[in-house]
């Protein structure tokens, strides 16, 4: 540790500190410090969306993944993308017109029970605790290797901190820290990426032609096989990451930041943008941690290879890049963090306390209140679950994660919009349905279980496929198919159409004067 790596750290962790602190400012109510108030602009929530993004399972899971397996790494660079295409033309303009403050307002604009809101507030706090663990193990592997810390310290240290942000300046501090590291990012990625080209003379071709004699897997490196040797698990994986956006709560959640439908389709073409932009260039940081670092050292830093953009940067510019890439990749997970516990708090406070357990008789105080107390406790269990999983990619982790939100959240998003047979049964239906399968396959799957020991336990998996998702997709939309069908409920079409016209105009037809 030098003097250079502690201001790069106290450099950002102050920027972000003085952020909190003036959020904290305007943090007065539960909307401010669900939604921000609904201030922010589509530029400023597109960025606040790509840090979402751009987290430690994107910087250092899918860089580690290329350069451990190639091609096959890319898939989630590619997954990420498309995803957003789902969200613009589907989700976005509904969600926000007929949402308040979380996932489960939008799906209880229709279906006004408890336990419907109680099973999206279960799927929303799993797929949380999914996301924190994989951006704590990011953060621990990252300053372990920069400091020479205990990794139990590591996940302390970010866990604390990104509490801080979320019990202090909510949503608001939340935005502009995502959108703050969001751009340092950006601006880190291209300085490698333009370092890395320069080391193959600024050609491309010649990147291409040098990593296929660059690793022991010749040629294989840059065909698809290399990690996922069976078809259906790459087709697995895919569907997992363009359909999960569809579902991922803290995504969602972000659309009522800002004031209309429209300005939330302007936000996720900001976010289409940039992802694109920055998951492209995670195709430099691969190969060139492949080719200029090695696979050998970096499996031995970290067996996951978690840290192969980090030690890239230490080829390419010593410990000045170094210590800056790692600052920025600190800045990146302590913002993703915020937004979960923030997402995983509003589930617990919102969702099960207020609206279910105080049935919405709650004053802005007390409201508040039970946010933090919520935040602290996602918090603390993700911290808790992170300390035993340091030997997991990240990029599985929230694959994983990805999985269960197009299981169980996306066949209700879209039913529950677009389909006017969809009943209450038919929700509880596909949300269980989705999340206990994926639970249950993933349990039993390869990374899980491993012959070799590469896994959390040793032994042979029962489940083939790394992400289940091919299976838990269907199963979610036929479960709310057939859950609705079977269902001895009739379906109240009077709500169904006020539901379509509100979330295609934002108005309430009760609302209207004839």
Known sequence: MNIVTISFFLGIVGLTLLVTYIAAKKTSNAKDFYTAGGGLTGWQNGLAISGDYLSAAAFLGVSGAIALSGFDGFFFSVGYVVANLVVLYMIAEPLRNLGKYTLADMITARFNEKKVRAMAAISTITIVILYMIAQLVGAGALIQLLFGIDYWIAVLIVGTMMTVYVLFGGMTATSWVQIIKACLLLFGT????????????????????KMATATSYGDSFLVPGLKYTNG?????????LVLGTGGLPHILMRFFTVKDAQTARTSISWATWITAIFFTLTIFLGFGAAAFVGIKEIIAANAAGNTAAPLLAEFLGGNVLLS?????????????????????????????????????????????????????????LSILLALG???????????????????????????????????????????????????????????????????????????PLTNPAIVTVPLGFLAGYLGSKLSSRKVDLEIYEEIQVKSSTGINVSDVSH
């Open 190 to 209: 291209a300085l490698m990426s333009f370092l890395v080209l320069r080391q193959f003379d600024f050609s491309i071709v010649t990147m291409f032609d």
């Open 232 to 240: 259906f698990d790459s087709i697995s994986v895919l569907i997992a």
């Open 324 to 380: 800056f890439i790692c600052a920025v990749a600190f800045a990146t997970i302590l913002a993703v963090v915020s937004g979960l516990v923030l997402t995983g708090a509003s589930a617990i406070s919102h969702d099960i306390y207020g609206e279910i357990i105080k049935k919405g008789v709650l004053t802005e105080k007390q409201q508040v209140l039970a946010a933090r107390i919520g935040s602290i406790s996602i918090a603390v």
């Open 389 to 463: 999983a340091q030997s997991l990619n990240v990029s599985f982790l929230v694959s994983f994660a990805f999985c269960i939100a197009a299981s169980a959240n996306l066949p209700v998003i879209l039913y529950t919009i677009y389909w006017k047979n969809f009943t209450s049964t038919g929700a509880i239906a596909a949300t269980a349905t989705g999340l206990i399968s994926c639970i249950i396959l993933g349990a039993i799957g390869p990374n899980i279980w491993s012959p070799t020991g590469n896994a959390i336990f040793v032994g042979t998996p029962l489940f």
